[in-house]
């Protein structure tokens, strides 16, 4: 379970550097760990990974040394062993061929090079892959999304074709300009622009914010001075409780959606 793996980890940690793993070096071990068996990392390819834990390459080894002895595995080994079965065993290869004729992949710029690896071995008897994403969404780099292999689909599956989905019906004019503008600074994307269909709305405007604290102070000063009902998004709930602390300290009222 992810308590004894995050156990595991902080022993090895110690007994590699002598010294006492923060929650948080745990974290980052586990997200490297995570990199390295979703990019299918060489040895050469670890050794020469820059990632600020000291000795990872040799906890890294010791963790699977540990996993193998302790006859366990991660969620990252189920994958490792499914490429692995569907690589060396034909007959399980087409079991899944026949069961997994027509695939369908979403959200296909948050998946690994790994999970790549197994979609193209499913897929290559029929050739029925359908996958749905957008290279300028990727955010999970560090969790070792792989959105090359949607910038190379053509070449990784001759004959397929791609189809642009550019009209936006969920935000404004405004919103989408913005958006636009900011995108197109990246260099490996695909050249698209988005559409709006429902109009204009209210002007975006633009603030320096370094960090967290500055992003509160800003919202705060919003709050109080706003004259009409206002709606703070944030993305997961940790992010909500610093604000929400902050307006109560301030006497600010506010009504908190859940969802």
């Given at each position: 379970?992810?308590a004894?793996?995050?156990e ?84 399980v ?74 009209r ?47 992003q ?22 940790d ?21």
């Amino acid at each position: 379970n992810d308590a004894e793996l995050t156990e595991l980890v902080r022993n090895i940690y110690q007994s590699v550097n002598e010294e006492y793993a923060e929650i948080g070096t745990v974290k980052d071990i586990r997200s490297a760990i995570t990199f390295i068996k979703n990019m299918m990392l060489t040895d050469e390819e670890i050794d020469s990974m820059e990632t600020g834990i000291e000795n990872l390459p040799e906890i890294y080894r010791r963790y699977q040394e540990e996993l193998k002895s302790r006859r366990r595995m991660d969620f990252d080994d189920q994958m490792c062993y499914a490429k692995r079965i569907l690589e060396t065993c034909p007959p399980v290869l087409e079991y899944f061929q026949e069961r997994c004729r027509y695939i369908c992949v979403d959200e296909a710029q948050d998946t690994s090079k790994i999970q790549r690896a197994i979609i193209r071995l499913l897929a290559r008897r029929y050739g029925n892959l359908f996958m749905v994403g957008d290279e300028d969404q990727s955010v999970y780099g560090f969790r070792a999304a792989w959105p090359d292999a949607l910038m190379n689909f053509e070449r990784d599956y001759p004959g397929a074709r791609v189809l642009f989905m550019e009209r936006n019906y969920r935000s404004t004019n405004e919103i989408i300009g913005v958006a636009n503008a900011f995108i197109s600074g990246n260099r490996f994307r695909r050249r698209k622009a988005i559409l709006p269909v429902r109009g204009s709305g209210f002007p975006v405007e633009m603030i320096d914010a370094v960090n967290r604290e500055s992003q509160f102070e800003y919202l705060l000063r919003a709050a109080h001075e706003s004259v009409e009902e206002t709606a703070v998004l944030y993305r997961n709930n940790d992010s909500a409780i610093p604000f929400i602390d902050l307006l109560e300290r301030n006497g600010v009222l506010y009504n908190l959606k859940k969802t």
